[in-house]
Nanobody, 115 residues
């Protein structure tokens, strides 16, 4: 019943920017945590950023100062503003949410950083 749908991925040059968005629909009124994972080919999925409702964003060290997570709890959306993108940011980015001990996942959106 719960669904998370990502958008905003694409191809961008190094140093460029992208903004990812994720829309949540379903019976849960508000997720305790929403955020973003990413997975590059041949690598483990890693947590990129997360945010509790009304809280501050937390980031993996490699994106600190470049990425910003934001939430609109009323609209049930979470976004990831990605600036100064690097080739190593290339991955499939997955929106996720956690509530009452259950984790929900989006389908993923491809981000490719290349000249």
């Amino acid at each position: 019943q719960e669904q998370l749908v990502e958008s905003g991925g694409g191809l961008v040059q190094p140093g460029g920017s992208l903004r990812l968005s994720c829309a949540h629909s379903g019976s849960i009124f508000n997720m305790y945590i929403m955020g973003w994972y990413r997975q590059a080919p041949g690598k483990q999925r890693e947590l990129v950023a997360r945010m509790k409702g009304g809280g501050s964003g937390e980031y993996v060290d490699s994106v600190k100062g470049r990425f910003t997570i934001s939430r609109d709890n009323h609209l049930k959306t979470v976004s990831l503003q990605m600036n100064s993108l690097k080739p190593e940011d290339t991955a499939v980015y997955y929106c996720y949410g956690q509530e009452s001990g259950v984790t929900y996942w989006g389908q993923g959106t491809q981000v490719t950083v290349s000249s």
